[in-house]
């Protein structure tokens, strides 16, 4: 395998670091692209310190791609072989999976979740060709490496493929991707939407002219709204132009929940969705938004979704000492930021139900109908447990939305 080892030695960019043998394959850079001192401890005991063993890749060849707009860089290893494949292609699906095709099979990839999307992860899977798309928060840099380009990136990814060090990210189905591009560009309606309102009081606020009647942004506000007059041009255009921006988006708003309603209730989102309404604080919109952004929630359990949305303590500890800061804020900002905003409606205390909630369950089988009640008990019972120790109202919402996910999850796998 010498020659593999001297054509990794010459395609290290000039990094300094040499590749060591282990069973008779090349190791990966581990301290540079790993970020791990036991290399050699893995190579005595078969698996890491802690006695995980790395599952090592069945193909003969795994691939590196670092992927972007305007071209694809390839870094591929032929571990049998001792080959090293490297190529640039143009971000076309059909280039890429024929240079893979000319690799020696069987074949592994990988590539780093982007904004390019998950259509190269379902080509490849269409192919027969396994690939795994990694979270970039996942991939451990040490501070020492402070060369970036994208055949290191790419050359990186292919070690770790090989070696079992990549965890992939669930891809969405084209189905989910349809329903949760819906969703998001509701909620970007909704941001449009405050900016628009934002601009438009501050205008007149700067005139001096402020509403008094009631709540803003009603029927009643929309009538003082149209009544206002403006002597000097400049500030009447301005003001019809912000008012415009207003009515326009509200509109947008209006005709993206339509859309979710209906989709909502498609055969494939409408058992999990009912399930998920049956909690207080949890309607259609809310409940779509977390069915498409989690997915498959048998993925996790009721411990771990949690932690996947970034709703548990960062933690610093060493030896007897243990300190936990703010919450981690990872994985899915989207059903993240929904399950706090639901989490507010259990600071209320608990009545009967309203007609939309009551009628939200009354399609629902016994056993879910229970868990939801059991959910809102529960949830309310946390709060005023919190707010009796003089916990933040914020820190509270966070606690609560924490054990919100896994009643989700609970409903979501439940079986009727």
Known sequence: MSWLHEELRRSDDASGVTALGWFGHPAP????????ALWAQVGARGGAAGGRRHRMSNERTTV???VHARSVVAEAVDWAGGRVFSQRLVPANDVVLGWVAQLPGPVAVAYEAGPT??????????AGVRCEVVAPSKLERPPGDRVKTDRRDARRLARLLHIGEICGIGIPSVIQEDARDLVRAREDARADLMRARHRLSKL???HGIV????RAWTGRHERWLRAQ?????????AFEEAFDAVLSVSARRDRLDEAITVTAAAPQWAPVVSRLCAVRGIATLTGLGLAVEIGDWDRFTGASIGAYLGLVPSESSSGNSRSQGPITKTGNTHARRLLVEA?????????APSKALAARRAGL????RARGEAADRRLHHRWSTLAARKKRPTVIAVAVARELAGWCWSLATLKD
Do not use: I, M, N
Request: hydrophobic residues 35%; proline residues 8%.
């Open 29 to 36: 850079r581990w301290h540079v692209d790993a970020g791990h």
């Open 64 to 66: 590196g791609l670092d």
């Open 117 to 126: 999307g998950f259509g190269l992860a379902r080509a490849f899977g269409s």
């Open 204 to 206: 007149l606020l700067r």
């Open 211 to 214: 509403y008094y009647g009631g």
């Open 229 to 237: 007059r403006f002597e000097l041009p400049g500030t009447r255009v």
């Open 343 to 351: 989490a507010w409606h259990h600071q209320k205390p608990l009545r």
């Open 365 to 368: 089988s016994p056993p879910a």
